[in-house]
């Protein structure tokens, strides 16, 4: 039985997550849905340029280079970058028949749940890769059809003729370009983990909570949130979010510049996926404070003197709890605002795009730097 061996290159953190964990079974399901008569082996690369390079051709280039220096018979490359053709659509992968090269960008799939897309994203791409090199040249709608599946909210265009890329064969796109616009912003925030952001509010988590646990036992916010109303309330989270997001932008120079060799319509996907980014991890923590503050409010004030303090008509109900909680929260996340600029600033740092790019060239030159020195000892 011939014996093939597929090379999966990945981009750092997201892309090398999802590839281990689909590894296993990708070998599984190469011998079903791609040929049986093959002994399939898989392996994988993490690569700085992968997850740096914004042109197709710089990546496909470091993948052949790879493809040879590890003795692979196709390549697969995922990077978390977006990608977008000259005529501005989002592209989803592309695929190289000769050099037998295929490459999937993340971003193009939006949000979660993305492991099982991106699987069965990559058996078409080998299928494809697999077919173009063994079977007469022929179009198979199973494939096209197969891959539009994994995007039942978006249509996906499968093109032959893409001039400004000669080393692509076969690109998919998804179409229309508004739809590909908010895959990529939803996919790209994913890719920015805003979770992370919460490892580093532990200084702004003592700040907010310890100026809301004050503010909620002081009289003077008990009738503040009685005689606000909720669009008054809704406005006080509103300028208390916006607050912590601006000065994180300012405090840990999140905000991407423009530069000579950066397009401007990239630049503003970077610095508006940073704002969804930052704005779902705030978002998240007001939560966090929220349920806090209700459940300590609801064990520690005494209804009677909450009604005796605010001169409330009628009964204290759960909703003047809650009110007065939503209040104390705002306060809390305003005094946090402060603390932001000492959060962990590499942490922080690393939802930004335009900062993981760097980082990731930073770390190919140190590696290419150390590469000529090995070579010239020898």
């Not at 990546?59 to 978390?80: G, H, M, P, S």
């Not at 000259?86 to 037998?100: P, Q």
């Not at 979660?112 to 198979?140: D, F, G, H, W």
């Not at 008990?222 to 909720?230: A, C, D, E, K, P």
Request: glycine share 4%; net charge positive.
């Amino acid at each position: 039985m011939e014996k093939l061996t597929v090379g999966i290159i990945c981009a750092p953190e997201l892309p090398t997550k999802i590839t281990k964990e689909i590894l296993e079974d990708l070998k599984k399901r190469f011998a079903q849905s791609v040929s049986n008569q093959i002994e399939w082996e898989l392996d994988y690369k993490v690569d700085q340029l992968t997850g740096a390079a914004e042109q197709a051709h710089e990546i496909f280039d470091t993948a052949e280079k790879l493809k040879r220096q590890n003795n692979w018979n196709y390549v697969i490359c995922l990077t978390d970058l977006p990608k977008h053709s000259v005529k501005h659509e989002t592209v989803l992968a592309d695929l190289d028949f000769d050099k037998r090269i295929g490459q999937i960008s993340l971003p193009a799939f939006g949000f979660p749940p993305m492991k099982n897309r991106v699987k069965k994203s990559i058996i078409q791409v080998m299928q494809e890769l697999y077919q173009a090199n063994t079977l007469p040249p022929t179009t198979s709608n199973f494939n096209e059809n197969k891959i539009k599946r994994q995007f039942p909210f978006s249509s996906i265009k499968k093109t032959h003729d893409i001039e400004t890329e000669s080393n692509v064969d076969a690109r998919y796109l998804v179409i229309p370009a508004i739809n590909g616009k908010l895959r990529v912003l939803a996919g790209m925030t994913f890719a920015n983990r805003p979770w992370l952001l919460l490892t580093s509010f532990k200084p702004i988590i003592a700040v907010a909570f310890g100026t809301g646990a004050y503010s909620i036992i002081f009289t003077t916010l008990w009738q503040l949130s009685v005689n606000y109303s909720i669009f008054r309330l809704a406005a006080l989270m509103l300028v208390s979010c916006i607050s912590m997001i601006i000065w994180m932008i300012i405090s840990h120079d999140l905000w991407e510049k423009p530069t000579k060799k950066g397009k401007k319509r990239i630049r503003i996907l970077y610095n508006t996926a940073t704002i969804f980014t930052l704005l779902i991890g705030v978002l998240v923590f007001y939560l966090i404070l929220f349920v806090f503050f209700s459940i300590a409010i609801m064990v520690f004030v005494p209804p009677e003197m909450f009604k005796s303090v605010t001169e409330l008509e009628g009964n204290v109900t759960l909703f003047s709890f809650l009110r007065l909680s939503w209040l104390g929260t705002s306060v809390a996340i305003l005094a946090g605002a402060i603390g932001a600029g000492s959060a962990n600033p590499e942490i922080v740092r690393n939802i930004a795009y335009g900062y993981r790019q760097y980082q990731r060239y930073k770390e190919l030159q140190v590696e290419n730097e150390k590469n000529t020195k090995e070579k010239t000892a020898e």
